[in-house]
C-alpha cells in the first residue's frame, strides 16, 4: 500500500521551513507538492521514494541540498526549476533528464548524470549561468552536452577530472 506526498498534504507551502516524512510507505513526491516553498531549506524523506512529480519542489529556493537514494527512477519536468540546489547527483536508475528540470537554478554549480541518463531534454539546464561542471557517464555525447547552456567542463566516467571547454551554448 504505496502513498503519494501531494500538495493536499501541504498546505502552505510558503510558510514551510523544516520538513520530515518517517513513514515508509510514500513512494512518490506529487506534482507541485512543494511548489513556491521558498523557505523550505531541510528536508528528510523515507527511502524507497521512487518519482519526482512535476514541479514537485520548484521555487524552493532556500533548498541547497536533496539527497536521494537509487530507488528513484523518475523526475518530472520543471521539478527542482527556480530553486536553491547548488550540486545534484542524478539518481542511476534514472533514464532522462526532463524539460526544465533546473531551469533558472542560479545557485546550481555540478551535476553528476546517472548511469543510465541516456537523454536530457531541451532546456533542462535553461538559465543556470553557475553550471560549470556536468560529470557525464557516457551515455550522453558531448556534443548534446555542448548544447547546455554555460557549461565549461565536462568529465568522463572513470577518468582523472581533465576539464574539456565547450564554447558556445544557446
Known amino acids: ?14 510558510n514551510l521551513v523544516s520538513v520530515t516524512v518517517t513513514d515508509e510507505r510514500y513512494r512518490t513526491i506529487a506534482n507541485q507538492t512543494f511548489f513556491g516553498a521558498r523557505n523550505l531549506s531541510e528536508l528528510n524523506l523515507p527511502k524507497g521514494i521512487t518519482s519526482v512529480g512535476i514541479r514537485a519542489f520548484e521555487g524552493c529556493e532556500s533548498l541547497k541540498t536533496i539527497d536521494f ?3 528513484v527512477d523518475y523526475i518530472g519536468s520543471y521539478a527542482f526549476a527556480r530553486s536553491g540546489i547548488e550540486n545534484f547527483t542524478v539518481p542511476d536508475a ?3 533528464i526532463n524539460e526544465g528540470t533546473f ?3 542560479l545557485k546550481l554549480r555540478w551535476v553528476k548524470i546517472g548511469e ?15 553550471l560549470h561542471e556536468i560529470y ?15 557549461v565549461l567542463k565536462v568529465y568522463e566516467p572513470n577518468e ?7 564554447s558556445g551554448g544557446f
Open 94 to 96: 534514472v533514464s532522462m
Open 69 to 71: 537514494i537509487d530507488s
Open 160 to 166: 582523472q577530472p581533465v576539464p574539456k571547454v565547450i
Open 1 to 14: 500500500n504505496s502513498r503519494a506526498l501531494s500538495y493536499l498534504f501541504i498546505v502552505e507551502p510558503i
Open 116 to 130: 543510465n541518463v541516456n537523454t536530457i531534454r531541451e532546456n533542462a539546464f535553461n538559465g543556470c549561468m553557475y
Open 136 to 150: 557525464n557517464n557516457n551515455r550522453i555525447s558531448n556534443s548534446e552536452l555542448e548544447k547546455l547552456t554555460y
Open 103 to 105: 531551469e533558472d537554478c
